[in-house]
């Protein structure tokens, strides 16, 4: 059956009157200065709206003409958009953009797809976006929530958004040109996310086909229960060397997860080996525990609630001088961000694992008398065959032997959840893949990284996800909703 979508948006308008609006169409709506809504959607690519908004005041109270713009350095316009998603590419192609509008188009912004794919930091994205809100002509904007529902809905079998916009060109009515931009933007933020929709409030549940979707699973609660309640968004990443990180685009990753604690593992950096950017970023209080070897092991937890405590350590030099684990203890929860030795080959530091384990399981048991406990990190164990690619393989092997999966055993037993297994228990789901043999395009990887919760604290969770599309280290980053 078709996809009926004149249905779809009509629901749709109603649906999304009251969620956010998206920043482009509200500085639109703000000001009709095709110039300010051409660099607000340069500057919104791969940034979540509230930084592209404060970021574009900044911007325009420095540069509100093509004139202003045109005095102000890369180096002072990096320093007025950070922290935007490729703050400093943006920063080149804004110090660029008035000479080529000068030189190409008499110094306006032109109304043209095809004149505007000329400026520097337009694609054809930005440039449907600003014809459509700028100039309101017909025009089809293509981002990846478009790219990513219209496929969902089976209105178009697509694989790129470029294929998309020319399938749409040819299948939507015209009428709807102008607006299913910004309201697919809203939909998708606020509704048919990414990772887990949330289908089963959908106002589109009987309609949608859900070509491709895993919605969310939910845990059993009261209305009151989920209403009344601060659900956080926690992540965890091993980013295998923070300075290589930030350099392969840690910060947009960062600033895209938008956590309100993220927390790190095997930094391999001390506070003073990092550029200020990472030290210090705008909203959150910092915490750093990095091993006394350099270039090795480590944490680090960003938190925007303020603790009312942080433990460094377990308490023994032996874990403590590598910086392995930080405590930060809140109102109502412990949150304790882990990195757990490796075994090593032939299992030659299975022994100092192992003492880890112990003593960082009877920290957790102690912490869980008082309040919740969440428990993050690289656990540098594969619990189950179902949690990496070759398990008969890897079973003498450190990350699977029999010891370090008895120990994943002793865990669970004492009822502390592995909240990924929560909502998925299917396989092929890892968080680590090493550099050889092209083993993450193959998907031969591990499970290694997780959330785990007291057993008290099962009901507090909310959703936990692998975030297995984004790059920048040999791990993923993996997340969990609690209340």
Request: charged residues 25%; aromatic residues 10%.
């Amino acid at each position: 059956m078709a996809f009926d979508i004149k249905q779809a948006v009509s629901l749709l308008k109603k649906e999304v009157a009251d969620y956010q609006v998206p920043v482009v169409d509200l500085i639109a709506a703000q000001t009709k200065d095709p110039f300010k809504v051409l660099v607000a959607t340069i500057l919104s690519a791969r940034t979540k709206d509230e930084v592209t908004a404060t970021a574009s005041r900044r911007l325009f109270k420095h540069a509100g003409t093509v004139e202003e713009l045109a005095v102000l350095s890369v180096t002072k316009l990096e320093k007025i958009i950070y922290p935007v998603g490729f703050f400093r590419n943006k920063a080149r192609y804004l110090a660029a953009l008035p000479a080529v509008l000068q030189e190409k188009f008499s110094g306006r912004v032109p109304d043209t797809i095809d004149e505007l794919i000329q400026l520097p930091g337009v694609g054809r994205k930005t440039a449907n976006l600003v014809v459509a809100v700028a100039f309101n002509k017909p025009a089809i904007c293509v981002d990846t929530h478009v790219h990513r529902i219209m496929n969902i809905w089976g209105y178009v079998d697509t694989k790129t958004p470029l294929q998309t916009e020319m399938a749409l060109r040819d299948k939507l009515p015209p009428r709807y040109w102008l607006e299913i931009n910004s309201i697919l933007v809203a939909f998708g933020q606020g509704t048919c996310k990414p990772r887990r929709p949330h289908c089963d409030r959908c106002v589109l549940k009987d309609l949608c086909p859900k070509n491709g979707v895993t919605p969310r699973k939910t845990q059993n609660k009261t209305k009151a229960t989920q209403t009344d309640s601060q659900v956080y968004t926690f992540v965890s990443w091993n980013v295998n060397g923070l300075r290589a990180a930030l350099k392969k685009g840690f910060l947009d990753t960062f600033f895209e997860l938008d956590a309100d604690i993220f927390a790190l593992q095997e930094i391999k950096a001390l506070p003073d080996q990092l550029p200020d950017e990472i030290k210090q970023i705008a909203g959150y209080h910092v915490f750093w525990y990095p091993a006394q070897k350099k270039g090795y092991s480590g944490t680090a937890v960003f938190s925007k609630i303020e603790p009312k405590n942080v433990i460094y350590g377990l308490g023994d030099h032996t874990f403590d001088s590598e910086g392995r684990v930080i405590t930060l203890e809140f109102n109502d929860f412990f949150f304790v961000n882990a990195y757990f030795p490796n075994a090593q080959p032939k299992l030659k530091r299975i022994d100092f694992k192992q003492k880890f384990n112990n003593t960082i399981l009877a920290s957790m048991d102690r912490f869980a008398e008082k309040k919740s406990v969440v428990l993050c990190g690289d656990l540098n164990v594969a619990h189950k065959p179902i949690d990496l690619a070759n398990p008969k393989a890897n079973e003498k092997n450190p990350g699977y032997s029999a010891q370090e999966r008895a120990w994943m055993d002793e865990v669970v037993h004492a009822g502390y959840v592995d909240t990924f297994r929560l909502f998925n228990t299917d396989p092929g789901q890892y968080t680590w893949w090493s550099y050889r043999f092209n083993a993450r395009a193959k998907n031969i990887g591990w499970r290694i990284d997780y959330f785990l919760v007291d057993p008290g604290s099962r009901d507090r969770v909310i959703d936990a996800a692998i975030h297995d599309d984004i790059t920048g280290s040999d791990h993923c980053p993996v997340s969990l909703h609690f209340r």
